[in-house]
């Protein structure tokens, strides 16, 4: 979140009604508030939606998250039952040399991640400029780089290592002593943070889909939520709350701030295709898939960045338990052609991927496929600029807010620890 709340007044005006917009409304509301919120679209939850299919939902964006006690709590708050990833699915692969493997690590690189693990860097990096490539080499070296931390950033931004900064995307991984090992830096930040060895997060799901979160936090609002109002320009209130994409900011504050509003266009985002498939379990030659889902590291020759596998975590993810969900996502900054292609294209080579990956043999049952040109903003030097900049111009008024998928955290578990600063006894 950038800038804060003015609290004298109780009374705010949200433009967006993504997830961000309305988890904000829905935090102000519930603290007396009088709250409106506004979207150009005709209805709510940008990018978040949950189809209903003949076969189980099919989520657009969002499909799971990370569950501390904060989280769950809003939730429960909401009164929206989260779902546990499945017990003895939890497992998690990369793919590599035709496999799927669970540590992609040779057992050689393995020794050699070992012992830098708890060695000095082999150099030097500045914990506020370095990207995540940078970081991965000093400290874990050109292996762990290309196997594991690529495709991993790949499933979270759909963007390389290389393209985003450390201490805005990972920044539980900033050095405390850059000189020291990352053993001694992890301990050290847990220390520093307070997290108890105990306390992970788990991964969890709404029962009913993302889309239902989206459709109790507008009940919430009522006719407080106006759809189909496209702000022009910022009114003038005593509190405003932006939640709308980089580009859509830009506009509004291009008169009163120039400068963040060149720098926000400055900003780049990655596209994706995320496609939803349903299969039959028996079409899989050695079964069907089971954990979390598979990454594929981009030199492995395939397109797919990765498979989820929803059913395996989330049973409820089928409407006939003899059928398999998956999404697929395609795209991403290195391979952008993939929006272009068309649906049957899509199809053809995500049957004949999964094919090499899953051993899926037949055709799949059915398959809803989202598009988005702009899907998740990169974490990068420009994004540090841009904030930078809102809090010296747009933000620096009290009651003068940017709270969206750029401002700090673009998962919604971030976003929900961020809305404490919401609270008039926090100070962000
Ligand atoms: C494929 C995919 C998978 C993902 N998976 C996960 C996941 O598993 N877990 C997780 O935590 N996160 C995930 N995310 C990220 C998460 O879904 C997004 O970060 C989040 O939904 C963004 O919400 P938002 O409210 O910030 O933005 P948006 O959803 O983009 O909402 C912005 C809203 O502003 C409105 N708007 C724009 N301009 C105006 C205007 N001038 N006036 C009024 N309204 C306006 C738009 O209509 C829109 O409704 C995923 C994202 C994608 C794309």
Redesign the pocket.
């Known amino acids: 979140m950038i800038g804060n709340l003015d609290h004298r007044h109780r009374e705010a005006t949200v433009?967006?009604?993504?997830?961000?917009?309305l988890m904000a409304a829905y935090t102000l509301k519930r603290q007396g508030f009088k709250v409106r919120v506004?979207?150009?679209?005709s209805r709510?939850?940008?990018?978040?939606r949950t189809r209903a299919t003949l076969f189980g939902p099919a989520e657009t964006?969002?499909?799971?998250?990370m569950v501390n006690q904060s989280v769950s709590r809003f939730f429960s708050d909401l009164g929206v039952k989260l779902v546990p990833v499945s017990q003895g699915s939890t497992a998690r692969y990369i793919y590599r040399n035709g496999k799927m493997r669970r540590n992609p690590l040779t057992w050689w690189e393995s020794l050699v991640t070992l012992r830098r693990l708890f060695s000095r860097p082999t150099t030097l990096i500045d914990p506020n400029r370095a990207s995540l490539a940078d970081w991965t080499r000093a400290y874990l070296g050109e292996a762990v780089l290309r196997n594991l931390l690529a495709p991993f950033v790949t499933g979270v931004y759909a963007a390389t290592p290389e393209e985003l900064c450390l201490s805005i995307a990972f920044p539980t991984l900033i050095p405390v002593d850059p000189r020291r090992s990352l053993f001694w830096n992890l301990r050290a930040s847990r220390k520093m943070r307070g997290i108890q060895e105990n306390a992970r997060p788990t991964m969890m799901t709404p029962e009913k889909g993302l889309g239902s979160v989206i459709s109790k936090l507008a009940d919430h609002l009522g006719s407080d939520l106006v759809l189909n109002?496209?702000?022009e320009t910022l009114p003038d209130t005593p509190n405003l709350i932006v939640?709308?994409?980089p580009l859509?900011l830009a506009r509004?504050i291009e008169p009163t701030d120039p400068s963040s509003a060149l720098a926000l266009k400055a900003l780049k985002a990655s596209p994706?295709v995320?496609v939803t498939a349903f299969a039959r379990k028996e079409d899989f030659k050695n079964g069907p898939p089971r954990g979390v889902g598979v990454l594929i590291p981009r030199n492995e020759g395939l397109r797919i960045l990765g498979v989820l596998f929803n059913s395996s975590s989330f049973p409820e993810r089928v409407l006939n338990p003899d059928t398999v969900s998956m999404t697929v996502?395609l795209g991403g900054t290195t391979d952008p052609g993939a929006l272009d292609l068309a649906d049957d294209e899509v199809v053809n080579l995500i049957t004949r991927e999964l094919g090499s990956l899953l051993g899926l043999r037949g055709q799949l049952l059915h398959w809803e496929t989202?598009r988005?040109t702009s899907?998740?903003p990169l974490y990068s030097e420009a994004l540090i600029e841009a904030r930078t900049l809102l809090l010296k111009g747009f933000c620096s008024s009290p009651g003068r807010v940017v709270f969206?998928?750029f401002s700090k955290d673009?998962?919604?578990?971030g976003m929900i620890e961020s809305l404490r600063h919401l609270h008039p006894s926090t100070h962000p």
């Open positions: 433009i967006g009604a993504g997830i961000s917009g506004f979207d150009s679209a709510p939850g940008g990018l978040i964006a969002a499909h799971s998250l109002h496209r702000i939640s709308v994409p859509e509004l994706l995320s996502m989202t988005w899907a998740i969206s998928n673009v998962s919604i578990r």
